[in-house]
T-cell receptor, first 116, second 111 residues
């Protein structure tokens, strides 16, 4: 069974540029979430998509956006990159428990973004 | 106050001993609780989930949940050097999947 696939694995961008990261969830998982991980702030929630709709959102500026396609694949976009956006970006997929809480995530290997 | 708090460690335990990790959370409406293990340079891996008060055992791991005290713990029995990693506590309170993670506890198992 294939896991969560994130591309690319590594990325170097210049300040002011924009970047798009891609995530393919485990087959059958309709919920896809994105996290930013840095040594100082740890894992911080960006957003969750379910059935092509953003269902939950974290406290990040509008430069961070995402979307989900009908096949559950998801992309996140960061515009006008800043040095502080350098981080590991993790995608996670999950079965949906609706209002009963969460089943927890399976994480992808991440995209390491370096902004110079 | 952070929503999910963990002692950053490192927690140093001898091989074969029990490692005890603690986590507290601030929001009483939290429904689902998880422990993840993250090796250096790797992504987090789910090792335990717990939803109701009490203990849940899976192999060498036992998760304990006390909602009244807003406390979750993880015991690792017969610790092995391969258990050396950062352990992340995560809590979900919303419908859907929005997990809030603690900062993690670094565990070092010494042979």
């Amino acid at each position: 069974k294939a896991g969560v696939t994130q591309t690319p694995r590594y990325l170097i961008k210049t300040r002011g540029q924009q970047v798009t990261l891609s995530c393919s969830p485990i087959s059958g998982h309709r919920s896809v979430s994105w996290y930013q991980q840095t040594p100082g702030q740890g894992l911080q929630f960006l957003f969750e998509y379910f059935s092509e709709t953003q269902r939950n959102k974290g406290n990040f500026p509008g430069r961070f956006s995402g979307r989900q396609f009908s096949n559950s694949r998801s992309e996140m976009n960061v515009s006008t990159l800043e040095l502080g956006d350098s981080a590991l970006y993790l995608c996670a997929s999950s079965w949906d428990r609706g209002t009963s809480g969460s089943n927890g995530y399976t994480f992808g290997s991440g995209t390491r973004l370096t902004v110079v | 106050q952070k929503e999910v708090e963990q002692n950053s460690g490192p927690l140093s335990v001898p091989e074969g001993a029990i490692a005890s990790l603690n986590c507290t959370y601030s929001d009483r409406v939290s429904q689902s609780f998880f422990w993840y293990r993250q090796y250096s340079g790797k992504s987090p891996e789910l090792i335990m989930s717990i939803y109701s008060n009490g203990d849940k055992e899976d192999g060498r791991f036992t998760a304990q949940l006390n909602k009244a005290s807003q406390y979750v713990s993880l015991l690792i029995r017969d610790s092995q050097p391969s258990d050396s990693a950062t352990y992340l506590c995560a809590v979900n309170k919303a419908a859907g999947n929005k997990l809030t993670f603690g900062g993690g506890t670094r565990v070092l198992v010494k042979p």
